[in-house]
């Protein structure tokens, strides 16, 4: 009994082991297809929420991560399910600038289903899915922490999981992460049906033949030649089985060649497009610096002959200022000569007057000048007065002429503008040169 029992479970063991093997298999094989289909798909539409290659895809790669993962053991010893982006989350935290953390904080999104799937748009809108799923497969404790033994995530198809999502770098995603595709509370159901093709393998096909060879010969010993026809002909259909199929992975691979060969070309063009606009700006910016310079260089031989130009004109400024000012001071006599004049003009006209004129001569103004301030000095009231203590003021008398006060005051102040401008006429015409000669003219002699 004991025999007995152990063998049923070695051979339950083995049985549970196979279908894991074909479990992985399977879901690796679904998802390199459903890759293939999105590619495909990409070429003649945009990839959103809506497309069905996309849900499928997306279903797939939540039963490959979830695949034989450890639910979460409580304080109680109870085992709660666990999520997928549980185990994302811990064992993607140290990839520079995930979106991690984007995804925790998100407010619309609560559940652990629900943040998990929108971390795989948001890893295909950035085109870092592989990269993500490769950094978790590095992080091994982490790994073996969360999932049991036979886990996809474990073996060797996580490597072959993260080369297969190298391809969806070249898809560009579209996804609205407020949609109903986010729900938690929906389970993620794979369909089968796009990918169930029958195709039977040459292995397969041989040992079909060699059956149908040994049932036509343990059939009778004796065969006739008449028998010979039906394996001929048996023959003749497996090649031409054969060569169907050769013929039909020659096609696809042919199809498969083309999308690449297009891609590489629409890939080379938007490359040329870019460089040609990287020499344009280039070359723009380079145009740009000269002409700046230009005009900076021109900006300064402006400044500095406006400054030339002004240096000029504050000399000429200066110069015009000291000719004007000694022209002035050449035009205009001196304060000291006018008074003298002023004066001498005065006397000799209040003695004309007065009938007190000497005939003298002199040889110049001065002479004149002196003169007269000596004679003015001596014919003053007022200077008279105050040697005098105050007297009457004597009256000058003339011989046939009735008494009149004194005309000094018609020639004006000695200061006045008019008594410079006439002393300054007189002098230019040169009448008081020789006083004597107008004093002695047959019009008037002085008595």
């Known amino acids: 009994m004991a025999s007995l029992s152990l063998g049923l479970n070695l051979s339950r063991k083995k049985g549970a082991t196979r279908t894991g093997g074909v479990e992985r298999k399977n879901l690796i094989t679904v998802c390199r297809f459903s ?111 969360c999932y049991e033994d036979g886990a996809i995530m474990l073996g060797e198809e996580a490597g072959l999981l993260a080369d297969m999502l190298i391809g969806l770098n070249a898809i560009d995603f579209s996804f609205c992460l407020k949609g109903e595709g986010l729900d938690g509370s929906c389970p993620a159901v794979i369909d089968y049906t796009p990918y169930l093709k029958f195709t039977q393998s040459s292995d397969s096909i041989s040992s079909d033949e060699e059956e149908m060879r040994t049932l036509g010969s343990s059939g009778s010993e004796s065969s006739t030649p008449e028998n010979t026809g039906p394996a001929i002909f048996m023959d003749q259909s497996s090649w031409f089985n054969k060569c169907k199929r050769v013929e039909q992975k020659y096609r696809m691979v042919l199809e498969q060649k083309g999308y690449l060969e297009e891609l590489v070309r629409l890939r080379e063009a938007q490359l040329a497009e870019s460089v040609s606009q990287n020499k344009a700006l280039v070359q723009r910016l380079s145009d740009t610096d000269v002409s700046h310079k230009l005009e900076k260089d021109q900006l300064e031989y402006i400044v500095l002959e406006l400054q030339d130009q002004l240096t000029v004109l504050k000399n000429h400024d200066l110069r015009s200022r000291q000719e004007l000012t000694t022209h002035l001071t050449n035009q205009w006599p001196s304060p000291g000569a006018l008074d003298t004049s002023a004066v001498a003009l005065d006397t000799l006209l209040y003695r004309k007057r007065a009938g007190q004129w000497e005939e003298k001569s002199f040889n110049s103004l001065d002479q004149l000048s002196a003169d007269i301030s000596l004679s003015q000095m001596s014919l003053d009231p007022a200077q008279s007065q105050e040697q005098e203590g105050k007297p009457e003021r004597p009256r000058w008398r003339s011989e046939g002429k009735e008494d009149t006060p004194s005309l000094r005051g018609l020639c004006g102040s000695l200061t006045s503008v008019a008594s410079y401008k006439s002393l300054a006429s007189l002098k230019s015409s040169e009448c008081l040169v020789s006083p004597t000669t107008e004093m002695t003219s047959p019009g008037f002699t002085p008595s």
């Open 35 to 145: 890759v293939k289909t999105l590619i495909d798909r990409s070429c003649f539409e945009t990839i959103d929420d809506s497309s069905p290659e996309f849900i499928n895809f997306v279903s797939i790669l939540e039963q490959i991560l979830s695949h034989r993962l450890k639910g979460q053991v409580t304080w109680f010893g109870y085992e709660s399910p666990r999520s997928f982006w549980d185990y994302i989350r811990m064992a993607c935290s140290k990839v520079p600038h995930s979106c991690i953390s984007s995804i925790e904080n998100m407010e619309n999104v609560r559940m652990s289903r629900a943040k998990g799937r929108a971390w795989v748009r948001v890893a295909l809108m950035e085109k870092r899915l592989s990269e993500y799923i490769s950094s978790a497969q590095r992080d091994f404790k982490t790994t073996r922490r």
